[in-house]
């Protein structure tokens, strides 16, 4: 139901504190904020929006005193259901007019940023500097937000090396669920530097990866480390999927490579149907620039061109590596090591056009939340340990090659990203893409010359409710090797595969920041 039902005392307190630009009840824009790339939750009764942190605390005290729910939202690049409200009578708050990056200091090498702050905006401000977070980004940064971030773990830029982005947070400032303003690490001494994390027991890591239900995140403060002078990149095919997945856990036992990823024969098509990333003229312009100088820029572009869509076969597995570091000699000898393990697992070396393309464009538009022909998209992942990588990929291609007849009536397909995440994290997302029709929030993100170019589909809801018991059944597949997850939100059963013991302090924690249930409720199955 779309019709607005908050109580009129709490919809003129919301405007007298926010104004008209921070309150709305407009049906288009509340389906809109609902949404996620996966599925449509229920339709909020309102969306609120503060530019400030002190609206943000006076909106939610007042949320709270009224006994009303608020689901915060970030860029809105979740697939997990995890800010989408699963019953009526709630409000969505949207952090985004939160954009001010509060404080660079280079001095103690941290940077404080609010919750809406883009990561690509975060990127362009430090860069200048050549400074950079040591976890500097999903793939998404264009929309994703630092908040959203934290709220949610994400993987790419820098977790080969340094993990994911909790652990580059430093501390936080968290309204609760009353209203209440409170900062973590040495951010909560009288003081107020937050240069240090651990100071006392780590309330910074009670908020990363909650999915918004401990409390809201108002803002970040993030180490620095200085942006590396030197990166290489190099990228092999192998003729099997076992050598490539055991090549992605010895490179990733190193430690040496910044960002290691890997797609299989099937997701590798995926990329192959897509415009040509080395046609596109702005594409070639950033890989030259990203180069340093004009004759090595121009030679890199080059490869790049002469490579076209032809640098990978549809029918092999690729990995695909980056090494930065600050002696050119130093990466020259870090890629010669991790070059050496890919040919020993039988990787044959190929173009690096890959990684080059991606380090040099690092947050495009998020034309990619749909297939190449208009198709559906939703990935759904899992990180086990090192050691058990290979093998989870192995269970998922059998539990794949179980449910083929019915994948193929509904016309649905899939493919996997693989990536690891420092030297004990192996990701890997089985992704998905069938004939669907659109969601508004495709038709808000992805870009309008893009969408014209796409096939449209009619309603399938068949073939979404196949979708969903798939995914369902890679969640459980990925629970029965302990897998942990990004974004839990409301797709994967983190309180029901807890021990005992732990779930318990989890909602015991959860009742003393959150006693009414009005922030986030049913994220984390709380």
């Not at 809406?116 to 040591?134: E, F, H, I, N, S």
């Not at 009288?190 to 999915?211: A, E, H, I, M, N």
């Amino acid at each position: 139901m779309d019709t607005a039902t908050i109580p009129a005392p709490l919809k003129d307190q919301l405007r007298q504190i926010l104004g008209e630009a921070g309150y709305s009840e407009d049906v288009a824009l509340r389906r809109l904020m609902s949404q996620d790339i996966w599925a449509a939750g229920v339709t909020a009764d309102f969306v609120i929006a503060p530019d400030t942190v002190d609206a943000l605390q006076a909106a939610v005290r007042a949320c709270h005193g009224a006994g009303v729910a608020l689901h915060p939202r970030g860029g809105g690049m979740s697939y997990t259901s995890s800010f989408t409200p699963d019953r009526a009578g709630t409000g969505i708050l949207d952090l985004s007019r939160l954009n001010r990056i509060v404080e660079i200091n280079a001095a103690s090498m941290y940077v404080t940023a609010e919750a809406g702050v883009t990561w690509k905006q975060l990127y362009d401000a430090l860069k200048p500097l050549g400074l950079r977070t040591p976890f500097w980004g999903p793939l998404s940064g264009l929309s994703s937000t630092v908040g959203g971030g934290v709220s949610q773990n994400n993987a790419f830029f820098g977790a080969g090396t340094y993990g994911t982005t909790g652990d580059s947070v430093m501390g936080l400032t968290i309204i609760l669920a009353d209203g209440t303003r409170v900062r973590t690490g040495t951010g909560a001494t009288r003081v107020g530097k937050p240069f240090w994390r651990s100071y006392g027991p780590d309330l910074t890591g009670l908020f990363c990866g909650d999915s918004g239900a401990m409390g809201i995140k108002a803002e970040v403060s993030f180490r620095l480390v200085p942006w590396p002078e030197h990166e290489d990149w190099a990228s092999f095919e192998f003729s099997s999927r076992d050598g490539c997945a055991e090549a992605m856990a010895a490179v990733a036992r190193e430690n040496i490579a910044c960002e290691v990823f890997g797609f299989d024969p099937a997701l590798t098509r995926v990329r192959l149907k897509r415009a040509s990333l080395a046609a596109d003229t702005k594409t070639l312009a950033n890989v030259m620039k990203a180069q340093g100088s004009l004759l090595k820029g121009l030679q890199e572009g080059a490869k790049v061109a002469l490579a076209g869509r032809n640098f990978m076969e549809a029918e092999s597995w690729s990995l695909h590596v980056i090494v930065e570091g600050r002696s050119k000699a130093g990466v020259a000898e870090d890629m010669k090591r991790l070059k050496t393990i890919c040919e020993r697992h039988g990787g044959k070396e190929t173009e690096n056009s890959i990684p080059k393309i991606i380090r040099a464009n690092p947050f495009t538009a998020p034309n990619t939340i749909l297939g190449p022909e208009g198709e559906r998209w939703v990935p759904v992942h899992g990180i086990v340990a090192m050691e058990d990588g290979p093998k989870m990929w192995a269970a998922l291609d059998a539990y794949f090659a179980s449910i083929t007849d019915e994948m193929a009536r509904h016309r649905i397909e899939h493919g996997y990203l693989v990536t690891t995440l420092s030297t004990t994290g192996y990701l890997i997302e089985p992704v998905f893409l069938w004939p669907e029709e659109l969601l508004e929030i495709h038709e808000e993100f992805v870009e309008p010359a893009h969408l014209k170019k796409l096939k449209r589909h009619a309603s399938n809801p068949e073939a979404t409710e196949a979708v969903k018991r798939a995914r369902r059944g890679v969640i459980d597949l990925f629970d029965s090797f302990g897998a942990a997850h990004f974004q839990i939100g409301r797709s994967y059963p983190y309180a029901d595969i807890l021990d005992t013991a732990s779930l318990d302090l989890l909602k015991s924690i959860k009742a003393l920041l959150d006693p009414n249930a009005t922030i986030n409720p049913g994220a984390l199955g709380l």
